[in-house]
């Protein structure tokens, strides 16, 4: 079997090490050459460099291994990027949840004007990422699962119509393993039906291999428990955030309990709840700050300290092994079935055909080919035409420099109650923003 080259763009993420220890795992199934960490921030990259450079010399001594912020080193001969990098790190992230709390508007990463402020950050990053690859590895197939992916593909599709990148998230996965605890499966057991936008689809089916849906009896789970199972509390150690997150879809399914939520739609559908519930002084940030982080940069100097990782590995990122079957379903054409960000064109009949939607895909050697998901309800496509709209005025305000543009984004936010909220939340947020964002007029 071929063995590959992979560089990991946003080499000092806290998810890092779990995606190069899930590379570990998958050896079998997708054999690595060559593995490089890429960032451009050395200080942090350095430290989940040097205790994964103890890592693979002790489990993987056959893979040439080094970390870089140097783009040309980076990419040089790589077969696959896997890029989850973020601008502005946990400083701005912060700034994103608070400061649209502060005006009583939802704070959250990906979700209203976090998510907007966010995406405009976010833009500048990945095009330079993709230039960079387009010119030291014009071959190599990106597989991008940056935040806020929406926004992001939107803006993918507009500035480099022609790149080889692929836009996945992992909260339809999530959701699947959820599912198949809730039924006893494993979600490699399941195929299902899902349309909609990143952060904002339902599922219309869920079956195994034999064709039984399942749909049905998790719904019937989900009206009662939400999304959440003893099981994923138990091995997934959530933090309460999350925890409360998926108990909340027992009230998104009410809203049409024909389809099952995506657990995100709780922004929009119960903003004054989130608020209500939410800590302007303690947010999702510092909740990571103070777990997620915390827990793998103390990992990563215990095993520079001792020398060794024996005693003190970092946990396989169980939630990132869609990565490792994108990257086989392209490398092997294997036709693997993934729910992936993709223009419309037609997969979604009563929709805008150039869309960047999230639907059921085959993928192989040639990139995702959507499953037509065929006419879709009123009330559903109405909710996606806004939401998308949002998405395609920050994208515009983001090249025409639109301050008329970017307002009007923030306005049709379901998470926003007036243009007068709206107006006082972004000159907040470009004030917060100088230095990241294109100046607007």
């Not at 997708?30 to 050395?42: A, E, Q, R, S």
């Not at 935040?147 to 998230?169: D, F, H, Q, T, Y």
């Not at 079956?207 to 994923?232: C, F, H, S």
Request: include cysteine; charge should be negative; charged fraction near 25%.
């Amino acid at each position: 079997m071929k063995k590959f080259t992979v560089v990991i763009a946003g080499g000092g993420s806290t998810y890092t090490p779990g995606i190069v220890m899930m590379l570990l795992d998958n050896a079998d199934r997708f054999p690595l050459k060559k593995l490089t960490l890429y960032d451009n921030d050395m200080e942090r990259q350095k430290v989940l460099g040097e205790a994964l450079n103890i890592t693979l010399k002790e489990q993987a001594p056959e893979i040439e291994y080094s970390y870089t912020t140097d783009p040309a080193t980076a990419f040089a001969d790589a077969d696959f990027c896997f890029a989850h990098i973020r601008v502005g790190k946990y400083e701005m992230r912060e700034k994103d949840e608070k400061i649209p709390l502060k005006h009583g508007v939802v704070g959250q990463e990906t979700c209203g004007p976090g998510g907007i402020a966010y995406g405009m950050r976010s833009i500048t990053g990945m095009i330079e990422l993709i230039d960079f690859m387009e010119s030291y590895a014009p071959n190599c197939w990106m597989l991008n699962y940056s935040n806020p992916a929406a926004i992001v593909a939107e803006a993918c599709r507009v500035l480099r119509p022609k790149s080889k990148v692929l836009n996945i998230c992992d909260m339809p996965v999530g959701t699947m393993r959820r599912m198949s605890q809730i039924i006893g499966k494993t979600p490699k057991d399941l195929e299902v039906r899902y349309f909609g936008l990143n952060h904002f689809g339902w599922w219309t089916s869920v079956k195994d291999k034999n064709g039984y849906e399942y749909l049905p009896q998790i719904r019937d789970y989900v009206a009662k428990n939400g999304y959440l199972t003893q099981i994923e509390v138990d091995t997934q150690h959530m933090d309460q955030s999350w925890q409360e997150t998926h108990k909340k879809a027992k009230d998104l399914l009410a809203v049409d309990p024909r389809f099952l939520p995506n657990t995100y739609l709780k922004y929009y559908f119960y903003p004054d709840y989130v608020v209500n519930h939410s800590d302007i002084s303690y947010t999702r940030t510092n909740e990571v700050i103070d777990g997620r982080e915390k827990e793998v940069f103390s990992t990563a100097r215990r095993i520079i300290e001792k020398g060794t990782a024996d005693g003190s590995e970092f946990s396989i990122g169980s939630h990132a092994t869609f990565i490792v079957d994108l990257a086989r379903a392209i490398a092997f054409n294997t036709h693997e079935r993934m729910v992936m960000i993709v223009e419309n064109n037609g997969a979604i009949t009563n929709f805008d055909r150039h869309a960047m939607v999230e639907v059921s895909c085959i993928v192989g050697t040639d990139g995702p080919e959507p499953l037509t998901q065929g006419i879709i309800p009123e009330f559903e496509r109405a909710l996606m035409y806004q939401q998308v709209t949002v998405e395609k005025l920050v994208v515009q305000a983001y090249i025409e420099g639109s301050y008329q543009k970017l307002w009007q984004a923030l306005i049709l936010s379901k998470t926003v109650p007036s243009a007068k909220v709206a107006k006082a939340v972004l000159d907040d947020l470009i004030e917060a923003n100088k230095g990241y964002w294109p100046e607007l007029k």
